[in-house]
């Protein structure tokens, strides 16, 4: 990253911040049968990713959720490869303001859907993807513990140095299956 960027990717960081200076109000954890719609923002930066991305949509479709997923595309076009769906989106440098942050305006129906759970399947630490997990609208999220992660996330997860996403997943599903039983 050039030094210009760092810049702007700093500024966007600081105008993040103030924009959403309180961070997220904390909300009762919910259990998983009460949670019926799900965001899932990643990194689509490789097929690896992508493919664990979509074993996790699959697990929780199966488990009668509705699953909608927001990529986000480390490039200045969307790859070939990449192909939009129904529940499906992503976003890539050609979204971005020059601050590194997501432009709203350009971003699909991901951002105006009101979520049960957002779950931040990620451990990279990109402005666009902490942005779009703070621009998100849901009733609860559950994000990677990361050094430098801003305050978007209701609940943390610490997976230590096991940086897999299948793990993070895991999880967080395991947590709202047991926190607040019937």
């Known amino acids: 990253m050039n030094w210009i960027n760092q810049i702007r990717t700093r500024i966007g960081r600081y105008m993040l911040k103030s924009a959403h200076k309180n961070g997220r109000s904390s909300n009762a ?4 049968d009460q949670i019926h719609e799900i965001g899932l923002i990643y990194f689509a930066g490789n097929k690896t990713n992508e493919e664990n991305i979509n074993r996790i949509a699959h697990y929780l479709r199966e488990q009668g959720k509705k699953v909608w997923m927001m990529g986000y595309v480390d490039a200045p076009t969307l790859p070939h490869t990449k192909k939009f769906h129904i ?3 992503y ?23 009101r979520f049960d759970l957002i779950m931040n399947l990620y451990f990279e630490n990109e402005l666009p993807l902490q942005a779009i997990s703070t621009y998100a609208k849901s009733a609860y999220a559950m994000g990677a513990q990361m050094p430098e992660g801003l305050s978007y996330n209701d609940s943390i997860i610490d997976t230590g140095l096991n940086h897999d996403l299948q793990n993070l997943a895991t999880q967080m599903i395991h947590y709202l299956k047991v926190i607040n039983q019937k």
């Open 29 to 32: 954890i919910p259990h998983f």
């Open 91 to 113: 976003f890539w440098k050609e979204k971005l303001t020059p601050f590194n942050l997501p432009d709203t305006t350009k971003i699909g129906n991901f951002l105006s859907h």
């Open 87 to 89: 529940s499906s989106e």
